[in-house]
């Protein structure tokens, strides 16, 4: 097991820069998508996005329309293509419904909510 370092003052004043400018840009990633048998781009939700998202019944799709960044999930000639009666209906209509809460938990760790934190174990000298 590797020994995590112990972040200082020091380092956060040091690393100040840095940090505020990586928080400007949204982290994006890509994945593989099997129904799809394709390859999208997601984008890490804001705070409120997520909050948003949380508070709502279909959540999860909410989280993927709005994060899904290529393809456009918001593109109107998709959704006139899909025969969307609503925005949203996109999401349903291309991703298997087992596919989506994967979708939105691998947007959600981008932003940290998930993954971002963990326990550190400390090991015994035996």
Known sequence: MTKQK???LQ???RRKEQMLEAKKT???A???IKSL???ITIEAPTSALARDA????AGDNFLVYQCVVDPCLKSKELQKAFECVE???IVEKLFDPGEIP?????CLKLSGYIDGVRAVEETKNA
């Open 87 to 89: 925005p949203m209906d």
């Open 11 to 13: 380092e956060l004043i």
């Open 26 to 28: 949204p982290k994006k």
């Open 102 to 106: 994967q979708i939105s938990v691998e």
């Open 37 to 39: 048998d394709g390859v």
């Open 6 to 8: 112990k972040i200082t």
């Open 54 to 57: 949380q508070d709502m019944e």
């Open 30 to 32: 890509e994945l593989y």
